[in-house]
């Protein structure tokens, strides 16, 4: 559903965004032996060529955990994602909507899994990943710390949520690391359902009774701003915030358009689907600016973004709480699985022996 | 019981009768038959699929990308492999 890349510029846990300020480089360089020298060689003719790392490939330990929190970041996202939405489930208006919410908040689940497993080719244990979620060592997308007080929302998250998720997961199919870039592949063939149906419930709410416009209206009016937020910060011109992930992660191919680009898109594209759907845009400011060939567009609420990625929106405690919640109460079905598996296996061991002990070997 | 990160098992899938299966990803299973399961809800929820395979993770032996060129340099002088070296008459069909 998500997949950006940006830290508090005073988060300790993400690390110097360029290597070169931390030291980090000078202090792996005093090791570098010839044949890494040649690997990194490699690396960056890769990079340079365009083409992809793989898992076993020579690559700079900065790439790796760049990766590695981007990729977990985003996995996190997935999973959290499935909360806002998994609200409504019992509460769908049609078993039509139920269905298609299920599958969706299905399909979130599966995102979060494609990309865990993307994260584990770069080294990293899947439990150490859950952990640093649960324990608030890696973060997720601030977009789902808003809460889902309508049936309206489930519609303006497909659209305006899934919608900018996509505009930032179409560049990321070609992102330098192989194994990212494939499940990017796949969820974004599988974005696209998400995108739809939410349009196509909000537009069957604007042709329905005025309450039922209403609610599309004031669910449009709470989510497009945080769904311009999910871009991240600004990363160019005047404004830009220093200290960014945007040029290294340029250069590395892992991204491949800037935050304020990727944004800019996606209001170019939003606009006339809620000029279509007949909601309004919760902003005055937005206007088409022929010279530019774009829409102009209000400054978001920077104060409330860095707040929400803090700890402070309505929603954070009690998202990790479920979260913590589910992945203990499914403790059982893990532990039950893997006793099965296991007396499965001494079961299989024992047969083998008495097997051979009767003169029968696998050849029978 | 500890509760560590279950067996890695990686997950092959054949698209359509005719194809090979092809490597699609990985899923953590207790063992391989609820892998085939797991591989089966998260890699074919749209019918991507008629067959799966799961392999152990750790049961793949891989040519180890270190050695890439003394690996895979034989091949590299033996042009001769290629249809294309052969030099003989342009009016000849079918060859």
């Avoid at chain 1, 939003?270 to 759907?277: F, G």
């Avoid at chain 1, 699985?337 to 083998?352: L, P, W």
């Avoid at chain 2, 008629?50 to 042009?79: L, N, Q, R, T």
């Amino acid at each position: 559903m998500y997949g950006n890349d940006f830290a508090e510029p005073d988060d300790p846990g993400a690390g110097p965004l360029n290597a070169a300020d931390g030291g980090a480089v000078e202090a792996a360089a005093a090791h570098v032996d010839t044949k890494a020298q040649q690997g990194l060689e490699t690396f960056d003719a890769i990079i340079a060529a365009d083409q992809r790392i793989e898992p076993r490939d020579a690559m700079p330990e900065e790439y790796r955990q760049t990766l590695i929190r981007q990729i977990a970041q985003h996995a996190h996202s997935e999973i959290i994602g499935m909360q806002p939405e998994g609200n409504w489930i019992t509460r769908a208006p049609s078993l039509r909507r139920k269905a298609i919410l299920i599958a969706k908040v299905q399909d979130e689940a599966g995102h979060g899994l494609y990309l865990y497993s993307a994260a584990e080719t770069l080294g990293i244990d899947r439990e150490e990943l859950l952990d640093r979620l649960h324990t608030g060592k890696q973060k997720y997308s601030s977009i789902f710390n808003y809460p889902t007080l309508t049936w309206a929302d489930c519609g303006a998250i497909g659209w305006l949520v899934d919608g900018a998720a996509i505009m930032n997961q179409v560049p990321l199919c070609r992102c330098s690391y192989g194994p990212y870039a494939r499940a990017m592949i796949r969820t974004c063939k599988e974005e696209s359902f998400h995108q739809r149906q939410g349009f196509e419930l909000l537009w069957e709410l604007m042709r329905g009774t005025p309450e039922q416009q209403a609610m599309a209206q004031d669910a449009t009016n709470r989510w497009w701003w945080p769904a311009l937020a999910m871009f991240g910060p600004r990363d160019t011109g005047e404004h830009a915030v220093t200290g960014g992930h945007t040029e290294q992660s340029m250069a590395w191919g892992i991204k491949r358009f800037s935050n304020d680009d990727l944004r800019q898109k996606f209001v170019d594209m939003t606009v006339p689907q809620a000029q279509r759907l007949g909601v309004k845009i919760p902003d005055p400011d937005l206007k088409w600016n022929a010279e530019r060939g774009h829409y102009d567009f209000g400054e978001i609420d920077w104060d409330e973004f860095w707040r929400v990625i803090k700890g402070d929106g309505a929603c954070n405690s009690a998202r990790i709480e479920r979260r913590v919640t589910s992945h203990q109460q499914g403790a059982w079905v893990r532990e039950a699985a893997a006793a099965y598996a296991a007396k499965q296996r001494q079961r299989a061991g024992a047969g083998a022996q008495a097997g051979a002990a009767d003169g029968e070997g696998s050849a029978a | 019981m500890s509760e560590g990160t279950l067996p890695l098992f990686e997950v092959f899938v054949r698209a359509k009768r005719g194809l090979s299966h092809v490597h699609v990803g990985s899923v953590h299973a207790p063992d391989a038959t609820m892998a085939v399961r797991n591989a089966r809800d998260l890699y074919t929820r749209r019918q991507e699929g008629v067959s799966i395979w799961v392999v152990a993770a750790s049961d793949i032996v891989a040519s180890s990308p270190d050695e890439k060129d003394s690996f895979f340099d034989p091949a590299g002088d033996k042009i001769y492999r290629h249809p294309t070296f052969y030099d003989v008459p342009e009016d000849v069909e079918y060859l």
